[in-house]
């Protein structure tokens, strides 16, 4: 069965420090990835794409096949990175599944 | 205003009443879907319309409807409903029905609903 997990659903860093917000996915084949973001009072947008290997706002996201990980990264966290993210498989044919989201914190 | 956008913004209701939820997009998409967003359930899908069909229910309860009269408005029909269905609900729209490779969901900034 399709499954994405983040398992972290809070996590608190100072400004500065690095980021990283996990998200790891079961799926029977090559879904394309997609990392959504929902700051307050804001509506949910598209931060970033796997197909796209861009990099926005600073954070990117690096495809492990191996691992079947999707994880986002920035090395230096600001505190207008404080939101709730969302990691989001999609399979040709299916939905595009989102998963328990991790809430970021970032402390002044 | 381009993109998805959702009306009203807040609603308050009793458990007796009747409310209608609208969404309505200006890209050319063709699918069209409601979520729930709370607390417990972050990002809950509700139903997926393609092309004005509905392609997808995901066993809600009957006391929600939905209504899509064409490819650019999409409807969340409410009816005695419970406490716990106090939730945001967000409306989001797609080039094609689960989103695509590239393209993914854009969102409506929902309605936040309280039912007393």
């Known amino acids: 069965a399709q499954r994405v997990t983040q398992p972290e659903k809070l996590l608190s860093v100072f400004k500065g420090a690095p980021v990283e917000l996990k998200c790891n996915y079961s799926?029977?084949?090559?879904?394309?990835l997609f990392w959504y973001v929902q700051y307050s009072r804001q509506r949910l947008q598209l931060l970033l794409r796997?197909?796209s290997r861009e990099s926005i706002k600073g954070f990117t996201a690096d495809l492990n096949k191996g691992e079947t990980s999707f994880h986002l990264k920035k090395p230096f966290a600001q505190e207008e990175d404080s939101a709730m993210y969302y990691c989001?498989?999609?399979?040709?044919?299916?939905?595009?599944?989102f998963g328990g989201g991790t809430r970021l914190m970032v402390k002044p | 205003e381009t993109g998805v956008t959702q009306t009203p913004r807040h609603l308050v209701m009793g458990m007796t009443n009747k409310k209608s939820l609208k969404c309505e997009q200006h890209?050319?998409?063709?699918?069209m879907y409601w979520y729930k967003q709370s607390a417990k359930k972050p990002l809950e899908l509700m139903f997926v319309?393609?092309?004005?069909?509905?392609?997808e229910n995901n066993s809600v309860p009957s006391r929600f409807s939905p209504e899509c009269p064409n490819s650019s408005h999409l409807f969340l029909h409410l009816h005695t409903l419970q406490p716990e269905d106090s939730a945001l609900y967000l409306c989001?729209?797609?080039?094609?029905?689960?989103?695509?490779?590239?393209?993914?969901?854009?969102f409506g900034s929902g309605t936040r609903l309280t039912v007393v």
């Open positions: 989001a498989p999609w399979e040709a044919g299916n939905m595009l599944t």
């Open positions: 319309y393609s092309l004005e069909e509905r392609v």
């Open positions: 799926y029977s084949g090559s879904p394309e």
């Open positions: 796997h197909i």
């Open positions: 890209l050319g998409h063709n699918a």
């Open positions: 989001a729209s797609s080039q094609e029905p689960g989103g695509g490779a590239a393209y993914g969901y854009t």
